[in-house]
């Protein structure tokens, strides 16, 4: 692509741009109109009024993202927030993986990596899929038609992130109730402030009840770090908040989304419920990972020193917004991108992000998607929307889209 990039003011897009109700799966027509151009990088107009860069290519969003001249430290002037609330409140927050830079990024990210790795989430494969059966179990032994959300999507990461870090399931209304608002796009700081710090005394005191009394889980693992002197207190907690809310709220909106797009898919649902090849299986994951792109507002930096990009310069100072999305749906990247082909090789995508600060998550995200999809269409090879497409109400407002109920019957 040849960057084309227009920063008279009257040009400039305000995002996030809606998306086509007729098409809520993909990225907003104005922002494929822009790619479809050949534009690469170009400015937008946030909530604030400031016009940071935002990167629509999948080549952009691998070089830029990736450079060391760009930082994640949301503490500096001008970075381009994703909300008032979250602007507002950055200072109440201690520094973490997510929003530092260089070793200690690196020194922080690597206490968590080894709870998280493909290995470990490969073990508890058979659970994640014992959880499911049971939950599908219930499904078909309740009312029809059913809320996928509640039956199937929320439960089963809550329930997986809850046994992995050591949290109480029965805990999970509180958890999932301020995680909601800690997401909402348009909520207020003194609602973001008290979600945030509700989570943050629950977290903190399980820590507390783990450094007493550790177990064989991630919340013990951060007690230990504080035990050793490697962690603050604020700073395990903060990172218990963000895996626990990451945990369960991108899933389930992942295994709703991606049960819808299947079911608006029949062709690709019949291949997949047909198919006993691990291979098509994992294809379907990260076409599926590819298409719905649910961090769909993430990924947020700002520059630290000047970065030119095919002729443009991404100035100190300026703010930078990874159009995860829009990358998605590269046509230099995938080909025919606003087709569903759960046989494609998708697995440069960027739904986990890019560079340095990719989603540590990933790895039991795709498992928890591999078991999940597959199993609901052969145990329930009949299954369908209970409503019209067009009366699904999609997450537009969210950090994390998603869909608020999945009406399902069989």
């Known amino acids: ?11 400039i897009l305000d995002y996030p741009t809606p998306r086509d109700p007729a098409a809520p799966f993909m990225p907003s027509p104005e922002l494929r109109a822009l790619q479809n151009a050949g534009v690469e990088i170009t400015r937008v107009r946030i909530w604030d009024g400031s016009t940071p860069w935002i990167l629509l290519s999948h080549a952009a969003q691998r070089t830029i993202m990736s450079d060391p001249r ?40 690597r206490m968590m990596t080894n709870s998280f790795t493909r290995h470990r989430m490969e073990k508890i494969r058979p659970k994640i899929q014992q959880t499911t059966d049971d939950l599908i179990d219930k499904m078909l032994a309740g009312p029809k038609p ?12 809550s329930l997986m992130i809850c046994d992995l870090l050591g949290v109480p399931y029965e805990d999970h209304d509180f958890f999932e109730k301020h995680s909601r608002v800690a997401n909402a796009r348009d909520q207020s700081p003194d609602d973001n402030r008290a979600a945030t710090q509700a989570l943050g005394e629950y977290i903190g005191k399980l820590i507390q009840e783990k450094m007493d009394n550790p177990e064989e889980d991630v919340v013990s693992d951060l007690g230990q770090r504080v035990k050793d002197g490697d962690l603050e207190m604020a700073d395990a907690v903060q990172l218990g908040v963000i895996l626990l809310i990451a945990g369960h709220e991108t899933s389930a909106n992942m295994i709703s989304l991606g049960t819808a797009l299947l079911l608006d898919n029949p062709d690709q649902m019949k291949l997949l419920r047909e198919t006993d090849d691990p291979k098509i299986v994992a294809s379907t994951v990260e076409e599926l990972l590819r298409y719905l792109t ?23 100072g300026e703010g930078i917004v990874s159009s995860l999305p829009a990358a998605n749906f ?5 080909p025919n991108p606003t087709k569903v082909d759960i046989t494609r090789d998708a697995r440069h995508h960027h739904a986990f992000g890019w560079g340095p600060h990719q989603c540590i998550g990933q790895q039991l995200a795709r498992i928890e998607l ?31 889209y998603g869909i608020e109920e999945l009406p399902v019957t069989w």
């Open 1 to 11: 692509m040849t960057a084309t990039v227009s920063n008279s003011p009257g040009k």
């Open 70 to 109: 760009v930082s994640a430290n949301d503490h500096l002037p001008n970075f381009p927030f994703m909300n008032r609330a979250i602007a507002e409140t950055i200072h109440d927050r201690p520094k973490t993986i997510f929003d530092t830079d260089g070793e200690e990024h690196s020194r922080l990210r």
């Open 146 to 157: 059913t809320d996928l959300v509640q039956a199937l999507s929320l439960p089963l990461p």
């Open 294 to 316: 649910i961090p769909h507002l993430l990924q947020r930096r700002i520059a630290l020193e000047d970065i030119e990009f095919n002729g443009e310069v991404i100035r100190a």
């Open 330 to 334: 590269d046509p230099e990247a995938f």
């Open 370 to 400: 591999q078991v999940v999809y597959p199993t609901l269409l052969r145990r329930i090879p009949t299954l369908k929307f209970a409503v019209p497409f067009s009366e699904l109400r999609f997450k537009h407002d969210s950090l994390a």
